[in-house]
C-alpha cells in the first residue's frame, strides 16, 4: 500500500488567499499540520494591493502607504473628496510574503514547498505535484488557477480589470502626496471597454501611475504602453521620469456564481472562489474578512464545505446589475461613478462598496446613479434572467442564490 506524506490541511496556492487562509488557521487552531505549495516562493515584489478601511489594526501592520482623500476626474473636471473616517492604504506584494511568510515559517505546524502542482484528487484529498510526489491532507483549500481555468465564466455579465502600473520618479515635485488619483477618465478610449487612470502618490515626485481597462476581451500589453506615455506627457506634463517597477496584472469582475459548495476534500477560495469584488475587482479585505468565517467555523468543529463564503444575495444583484450596465455601455462608465462620488458622502460609497449597507443605504446609491431607468431595467432583466434560469451568450444554469 502506498503511503502519502499526511497533512491536516494543504494550501494549494501560496499568494494572498493561501496565505491569509494559513494565518488565520494559526490565529484560530491549536493542534495540525499544514502544508503550503506554491511555484513561486514569493520573493518578488510583483503585485499591489490597495484598499480603504476604518480599522487598519485589524490588518498586518505592513501598509506602505496611506491616505485620506481621493480624487476623481470626469466630465466636471477634477473633484477632490476626504474620506473620513477611512483611509486609503496600499500594500505591497513583497511587504506582505515577507510577514505571512516569516510568521509562519517560525511556525512548526507549518511546512513550504516549492513545486508545481500537477494533479489534484479531490475525493481523496491527494495533491501530486511535479517534483515531490503526492500529499494527502483531510482538507485542500485551493487558490491557484488560470485564466483558462475561469473560461465559464464568459456567458455571465464578466468583465476582465486589466492594467499596468510603473512606479516613476520625476525631476520636479508633480503629484499631491495627499491624494490619490481613484479614477481619472483623461484616457485615450479606442474600442470597447472602460478605460481610465489612476495615480498612487508616495511623494511630491515618486508614484505609481496605471493605466486600467474594464474590457470583455485581454488587451495587447503594447496598449498599455501608448496610453501610459500619453497620459504622463498630455496629462501630467511628464516627459524626464525615472521608472523603479513596472507591474501588470488582469483581474476577473464577474457574476459568475462561483461554486457554493465544495467538491470532495477540496474548498476553493480566493479569486476561484468569487472573493473578487464583481463590480470594482477588490479583493484584500473581502479576503481577510472571508477566511476569517472559514477558519472560525472551522474552530467550532463545522464541515468546511458548509461555510458561507459567498456575499449576501442582494449584493450580488447589485454587481450584477453594474455589470450588466458597464458590458453593454448602456450608461457612460464617467458618468455613473463621477455621479456617485460627487452626490453621496464617500462613506457611505465604501460601505455600500464593502457590503455592509442598509436597505436605505443603498435606495440612496442607486438614487445617485444616472439614466435610472436604465438600471431599472437592468434590474428587471436580471431579475428575469434568475427567475427563468436563463443567461445571454450560454446555457448553463443561472443559480444566482444557492440551494
Not at 474620506?83 to 511568510?101: E, M
Not at 455579465?157 to 491624494?179: C, H, M, S, W
Not at 489612476?198 to 496605471?210: C, N, T
Not at 504602453?225 to 517597477?245: A, M, N, P, T
Request: with cysteine; hydrophobic share 35%.
Amino acid at each position: 500500500m502506498t503511503q502519502f506524506p499526511e497533512w491536516d490541511y494543504i494550501l494549494a496556492g501560496g499568494g494572498l488567499a493561501g496565505l491569509v487562509m494559513a494565518l488565520k488557521l494559526q490565529e484560530k487552531l491549536g493542534d495540525f499540520r499544514a502544508l503550503i505549495i506554491d511555484r513561486d516562493p514569493k520573493k518578488e515584489d510583483d503585485r499591489t494591493w490597495s484598499y480603504w478601511t476604518q480599522h487598519a489594526e485589524q490588518l498586518p501592520d505592513i501598509a506602505h502607504q496611506s491616505w485620506g482623500n481621493i480624487m476623481v476626474y470626469g466630465r466636471e473636471g477634477e473633484q477632490h473628496y476626504s474620506i473620513n473616517p477611512y483611509r486609503y492604504y496600499t500594500v505591497r506584494g513583497v511587504d506582505f510574503y515577507r510577514y505571512a511568510q516569516s510568521r509562519l515559517q517560525a511556525d512548526e505546524r507549518f511546512s513550504f514547498l516549492t513545486d508545481r502542482i500537477v494533479d489534484l484528487n479531490e475525493g481523496e484529498g491527494i495533491i501530486r505535484t511535479a517534483e515531490k510526489g503526492e500529499h494527502r491532507a483531510k482538507w485542500i483549500f485551493k487558490s491557484y488557477f488560470t485564466l483558462d481555468d475561469l473560461s465559464q465564466i464568459k456567458i455571465y455579465n464578466t468583465l476582465y480589470q486589466q492594467f499596468k502600473g510603473l512606479v516613476i520618479e520625476t525631476e520636479r515635485p508633480v503629484f499631491r502626496a495627499d491624494t490619490v488619483t481613484l479614477m481619472d477618465f483623461r484616457a485615450k478610449r479606442p474600442g470597447e471597454g472602460i478605460r481610465f487612470n489612476y495615480v498612487l502618490p508616495f511623494s511630491e515626485r515618486k508614484a505609481m501611475v496605471e493605466y486600467t481597462a474594464f474590457s470583455p476581451r485581454l488587451l495587447p500589453e503594447m496598449t498599455y504602453d501608448v496610453h501610459l506615455e500619453w497620459y504622463l506627457h498630455e496629462v501630467l506634463g511628464i516627459r524626464e521620469y525615472q521608472v523603479h517597477k513596472s507591474e501588470f496584472n488582469v483581474i476577473p469582475m464577474t457574476d459568475y456564481p462561483f461554486h457554493s459548495e465544495a467538491e470532495g476534500r477540496v474548498v476553493e477560495i480566493g479569486t476561484i472562489a468569487g472573493f473578487v469584488k464583481g463590480s470594482t475587482g477588490y479583493c484584500f479585505t473581502r479576503t481577510f474578512e472571508k477566511l476569517d468565517r472559514l477558519t472560525e467555523d472551522l474552530r467550532r468543529g463545522k464541515d468546511p464545505r458548509q461555510s458561507t463564503l459567498a456575499s449576501p444575495h442582494h449584493f450580488r444583484l447589485m454587481d450584477s446589475i453594474l455589470l450588466d450596465i458597464m458590458c453593454r455601455d448602456r450608461v457612460p462608465a464617467d458618468l455613473i461613478f463621477t455621479n456617485l462620488y460627487s452626490k453621496i458622502p464617500t462613506s457611505l460609497l465604501f460601505r455600500f462598496l464593502d457590503e455592509k449597507a442598509n436597505p436605505l443605504d443603498i435606495l440612496r446609491v442607486m438614487w445617485a446613479c444616472p439614466s435610472k431607468e436604465k438600471f431599472v431595467s437592468s434590474m428587471m432583466s436580471q431579475l428575469f434572467q434568475l427567475a427563468t434560469n436563463r443567461r445571454p451568450g450560454g446555457t448553463r444554469p443561472f443559480s444566482f442564490f444557492p440551494d
